[in-house]
Structures are given as structure tokens and as C-alpha cells.
């Protein structure tokens, strides 16, 4: 069973910082990305930054120069550093993994989400 352990929400203002931390655990043979996802009231869930095993990044436009997505592979860990963040970053935010795993012979694709995190930036 794969695990995700995220940590690093609360409350912050306007202008604040927070850093948010995911840790992958489990029968996980090779993890092809990972990425911060958020999902505010009435809204869908929206990708916020990825970051492949190699290390390249995608971010969402809004929060590019705010935000960085960073990863320790030997870890399996992401981070999202977030700073300079505005109301508009109030959201409940997902760790994502993907992963490959041999099944009988076939290497398949999985993902997994954590159990989210609140992030709420006041006003």
C-alpha cells in the first residue's frame, strides 16, 4: 500500500510563506513524477506545479515566481516553497505521485493522492 505523508498547511497573510512537504512510502518501483495539486471551494482541481524524476518542473501560471517545486529522490519526498502568497492560494492541496510497478511481468502506471493539506492565506 502506497503512503503519502503530507505536511506543512495553515494559516498565513497575505505576503507569508508556507512550505508544504510530501512523503511517498510503499511497494513503489519507480515514481515517474510529483506534483502539488489544489482544489479551493466551488472550484475544480487545478495542477499547481510537477516535477519529474529527472527534474524538470511545469507550473501553473499563476503562481510562477511565488512558488517552487522541488524533490529528494533517495527520499521520495516533494516540497512546495510558497512565498509571496495571496488569497487567491486558498485551497486544499494534494500531493500527487506517479509510479510504475511490475505487475506479473508488466511494468504499469499508477498514481496516488495524499489526503490533502488546508492552505488558507487571510485577508
Known amino acids: 500500500q502506497v503512503q503519502l505523508v503530507e505536511s506543512g498547511g495553515g494559516l498565513v497573510q497575505p505576503g507569508g510563506s508556507l512550505r508544504l512537504s510530501c512523503a511517498a512510502s510503499?511497494?513503489?518501483?519507480?515514481?515517474?513524477?510529483m506534483g502539488w495539486y489544489r482544489q479551493a471551494p466551488g472550484k475544480q482541481r487545478e495542477l499547481v506545479a510537477v516535477i519529474s524524476s529527472a527534474g524538470s518542473t511545469n507550473y501553473a501560471d499563476s503562481v510562477k515566481g511565488r512558488l517552487t517545486i522541488s524533490r529528494d529522490n533517495a527520499k521520495n519526498t516533494v516540497y512546495l516553497q510558497m512565498n509571496s502568497l495571496k488569497p487567491e492560494d486558498t485551497a486544499v492541496y494534494y500531493c500527487?505521485?506517479?509510479?510504475?510497478?511490475?505487475?506479473?511481468?508488466?511494468?504499469?502506471?499508477?498514481?496516488?493522492w495524499g489526503q490533502g493539506t488546508q492552505v488558507t492565506v487571510s485577508s
Open positions: 500527487n505521485i506517479k509510479y510504475r510497478l511490475w505487475d506479473w511481468g508488466t511494468l504499469k502506471n499508477y498514481e496516488f
Open positions: 510503499g511497494s513503489i518501483f519507480s515514481i515517474t513524477a
